[in-house]
Structures are given as structure tokens and as C-alpha cells.
């Protein structure tokens, strides 16, 4: 390589180097808090936003990704504070109240999960994120009837999804209702080939 082909090339690699200085310089907080999540850095992307988190209107949702890196994390009462925080900001909230349930569902607080998935869903009747938490809940807590209820309820709004299916067959298990559990597991395995419980069940059950 000629000298000047050598000096061409230090010097394109020293402003390579300066424009990548200047672009990591010029992130705002948001960009590098989702990079950092992108590589699996939870604590760091959380940590460049506390700055934001009580100032103007972007706290709300600097408290939003602050509950939802935490619990990334497993810091599920740092979690909730946050999310609860979010939710005085803005009392109409559902993703707050979702978030709010997701360490709760983690903790197995089942009664106090549920109330934020029933305050979601008196809003907005059919949303799924909240009748799928219900639906843990009541897996949680024993309410086998209910459940299969719901279930079955969930399962005419959203036919092409898997959950509601596996729901109603453990709640039809706990009933005794084995044919029932043997339908809609079968209905698990159409939507989803190689579902490992029902495949574990269709083999033993019948």
C-alpha cells in the first residue's frame, strides 16, 4: 500500500472515530436507554433516565420504561413504585395499570393483580393483555369454574390465540371435565403444533 493509500486510510478511520464519538455524545437518554436494553443492560438503561423521572411531561412515560426495566430486571417492588407513580401522573393509565400487574402476577398477588386487570378491562372491555392477567389470577387463585368461563369467553373473541385454550383445559382438569379438557387441548395443538402440555396430556389422557 502507497503512503498516500496509508494516509487516506488513517485519516478515514479517525473520522469514522469522530463521528461515532459524536453520535454516542448527541444520544438522547431515550436512544441510549434503548440500546441498552437491546444488549441486555437493564440496570444501565434504567439508570440513564432517573434524570427524567419528576420532570414535565415526559416523567409519565420516563416512569412507564423506569417500572418496565425494573422489572427486567427483577426488582419487582421498585417496579410497581414506579408504575404506581406513572399512574398518579396520569389516573386514565392502562398501560400503567397492565405494568402494575406484572410484578404483582411475578409475586403471585393474585387478589391484588386482579384489581388492575378488572380496572382495565372496565374500560376497555376486550383487552386481551388484561383478560390474560385475570386469567392467571384466577389459575392462581383455584377459581376453576370462573376460569373456564372466562376461558371460554376469551377464547370466542381472540380464535386464533393459544392461552385461553390451555386455560380452559387446566380449568375443565380441575372439574373433572376430562373430555372437555381433551377438546380444547386439541384446539391448543391446531394453533400451536408442539405445544409441550398438550401434547404430554393427548398422549395420557385418552
Avoid at 388492575?116 to 376453576?144: D, F, T
Avoid at 369467553?153 to 381472540?158: A, E, G, I, T, W
Avoid at 387446566?170 to 391446531?190: F, H, I, N
Wanted: contains cysteine.
Amino acid at each position: 500500500m502507497s503512503i498516500l493509500l496509508k494516509s487516506c486510510a488513517v485519516l478515514a478511520l479517525c473520522l469514522l472515530g469522530m463521528s461515532l464519538a459524536q453520535a454516542k455524545e448527541s444520544s438522547t437518554p431515550w436512544q441510549t436507554s434503548y440500546a441498552l436494553e437491546a444488549s441486555g443492560q437493564y440496570e444501565q438503561a434504567a439508570a440513564v433516565l432517573v434524570p427524567l423521572l419528576g420532570y414535565g411531561g415526559s416523567s409519565e412515560f420516563a416512569l412507564l420504561r423506569y417500572g418496565w426495566l425494573n422489572y427486567l430486571q427483577g426488582n419487582y417492588n421498585d417496579s410497581i413504585r414506579a408504575y404506581t407513580r406513572s399512574l398518579t401522573r396520569n389516573t386514565r393509565s392502562i398501560d400503567a395499570r397492565l405494568g402494575i400487574a406484572l410484578p404483582l402476577l411475578v409475586q403471585q398477588r393474585w387478589r391484588e393483580a386482579a384489581k388492575y386487570a378488572q380496572q382495565v378491562i372496565a374500560v376497555s372491555p376486550w383487552n386481551y393483555s388484561a383478560h390474560e392477567s385475570l386469567m392467571r389470577c384466577e389459575e392462581g387463585l383455584k377459581q376453576w369454574e370462573t376460569l373456564a368461563k372466562h376461558a371460554r369467553d376469551v377464547s370466542s373473541y381472540y380464535p386464533s390465540v393459544v392461552a385461553p385454550y390451555v386455560y380452559l383445559a387446566r380449568a375443565d382438569l380441575w372439574l373433572g371435565q376430562t373430555d372437555k379438557a381433551y377438546a380444547a387441548y386439541q384446539q391448543v395443538l391446531e394453533r400451536q403444533p408442539n405445544h409441550l402440555e398438550a401434547l404430554r396430556y393427548l398422549k395420557i389422557g385418552k
